[in-house]
């Protein structure tokens, strides 16, 4: 879509005659993704996904037609794939859009130029956004699952990657390349797969393959179905113990420690003693039914193109006790807000590009001034105590101040319903070897309707991409 048109893509233009896109939800390297409502389902939610214009890279960058091109090609081909569409571990891909007619009710512009892919709304977001968590004081912390929710978590990639690699006779297997916690989106109680970036047919890779993120990336296998094996086995120990020892594959000055430690021979060892602290640990339990025997049958060194999915399927601790549907909600919704049926993720992230942070700051509190105002009241900006943050408020009517809403201030007696907090974050960014500067938005409190988030970081991105345009 023309860059002229992205600042207008945000409240009620209609794509195909068929979707009205309600709110921007996030922005990757190449595209953009939108909740959107199909008007032809009586308003069912659905995602749609926009790919950059030339305009939106910095000059003399490549653009984003190839990947565009591919990434649509590949949209086509899976979506004929019926084992993936039907399997509950795999967003759906409903249409694959180009040259879609748009509509911009507003303005009264329209166009033929729009490419994109719609699929179905998850309103979890990604499976990392449960793994990293805001600490009470500020930042960020790990938080693990206990050992019955991985299982009922891990046992479901586990299902995907049988269908994947393990089909049934007759059918092609196929290789993603990029299974990590980032390509996994949570829906309920239920993960489900994204990105078909690289997504592709395992008969199709005549010599060595690798994994697309350093993290899950080792010299010890190069075939589709080990490197994509490998890669679950990282989300289930990241899920077991991201809490009490952190990432145990992270890249370091270009080395990946856990990586390192198996070539010593000292990883064990290693993950012995960051939870010497932490007695009845399951990863401290050995034997054939544990985690760590399961964990012991990924993370092998040799033979070379040894793992395998059924090898796995089979192992005792998958067939222990997990955590019921209920827990397993209950346990999602305590960590992230944006779960609740219907909302959108409860936060977005708007890329600043390369800025340093003194300028991402004044672009925060321009976009937050302006965003305030083109609310008309329904959004004021509150007080923050660091300069690389602020908040939105929604102040409550006269009838919700005896509802247990939070008191705001205490000197001018302001009430208010939610918060959300606008922060510039500035972090590795791993696609683009190096770092760079984001806005973040974040539901951070508040019983508001969904439609307020909604709208509140549709008001944002309009105010980022005009910056960014101007």
Same mark, same amino acid.
């Given at each position: ?10 409240? *009620? ?19 953009? *993704?939108?909740?959107?409502? #199909?008007?032809?389902? *009586?308003?069912?939610? $659905? ?17 984003? $037609? ?9 949209? @086509? ?29 507003? %303005?009264?512009? @329209? ?50 990657? +049988? ?40 008969? #199709? ?19 589709? =179905?080990?490197? #994509? ?61 544990? $985690? ?34 209920? =827990? ?14 219907? +909302? ?51 102040? +409550? ?31 590795? #960014? ?6 760079? %500067? ?33």
């Amino acid at each position: 879509i023309n860059a002229e048109y992205m600042g207008e893509l945000l409240v *009620g233009a209609e794509v195909a005659g068929q979707y009205r896109i309600e709110a921007h939800i996030m922005s990757g390297g190449f595209g953009h *993704g939108w909740r959107a409502m #199909d008007t032809m389902r *009586g308003d069912v939610e $659905v995602f749609v996904k926009s790919f950059k214009s030339a305009e939106e890279f910095p000059p003399g960058a490549d653009t984003v $037609v190839s990947k565009m091109v591919e990434e649509l090609e590949i949209a @086509e081909r899976i979506k004929k794939v019926d084992r993936l569409m039907r399997h509950p571990n795999v967003v759906s891909v409903l249409k694959v859009l180009r040259g879609a007619r748009i509509r911009v009710p507003n %303005t009264g512009r @329209e166009g033929t130029s729009f490419h994109g892919i719609v699929t179905e709304y998850c309103d979890g977001g990604e499976l990392f956004n449960y793994l990293v968590v805001p600490k009470p004081t500020g930042g960020l912390m790990g938080c693990s699952f206990t050992e019955p929710q991985a299982r009922y978590l891990f046992a479901q990639i586990m299902d995907l990657m +049988a269908t994947l690699h393990a089909p049934p006779e007759g059918e092609e297997p196929y290789f993603h390349g990029d299974i990590k916690d980032q390509n996994l989106v949570v829906a309920g109680d239920t993960l489900k797969l994204i990105d078909y970036g690289t997504l592709s047919k395992c008969a #199709d890779h005549k010599g060595p393959v690798k994994h697309m993120t350093a993290t899950n990336q080792q010299p010890f296998h190069n075939n589709c =179905e080990s490197v #994509d094996l490998w890669a679950a086995g990282v989300i289930l120990l990241d899920m077991l113990a991201i809490g009490q020892a952190g990432q145990l594959f992270k890249m370091r000055y270009g080395v990946n420690s856990g990586v390192q430690a198996l070539r010593a021979g000292k990883f064990w060892d290693t993950v012995d003693q960051k939870l010497r602290a932490f007695p009845g640990h399951p990863l401290l339990a050995t034997g054939p039914e544990s $985690v760590r025997d399961l964990l012991s049958k990924i993370f092998v060194t040799q033979p070379p193109n040894s793992l395998k999915v059924t090898e796995i399927l089979r192992h005792p601790w998958l067939t222990g006790v997990r955590a019921t549907s209920e =827990e397993m909600v209950a346990e999602l919704v305590k960590r992230y807000p944006g779960i609740r049926a219907g +909302a959108p993720r409860g936060t977005a992230f708007f890329d600043l590009g390369n800025r340093n942070k003194a300028d991402a700051v004044r672009v925060m509190r321009r976009v937050v001034e302006a965003a305030t105002q083109a609310s008309e009241g329904q959004f004021i900006a509150g007080p923050t105590t660091e300069d690389t943050s602020m908040v939105f408020m929604v102040e +409550a009517g006269a009838n919700d101040r005896d509802s247990g809403f939070e008191r705001m201030h205490d000197v001018d007696g302001q009430w208010v319903v939610a918060k959300f907090e606008c922060s510039i974050v500035i972090a590795f #960014d791993i696609t683009k070897g190096r770092d760079a %500067t984001r806005l973040r938005l974040h539901w951070k409190s508040g019983s508001v309707e969904h439609n307020d988030f909604a709208k509140l970081s549709t008001l944002v991105m309009k105010n980022v991409l005009s910056m960014h345009l101007s």
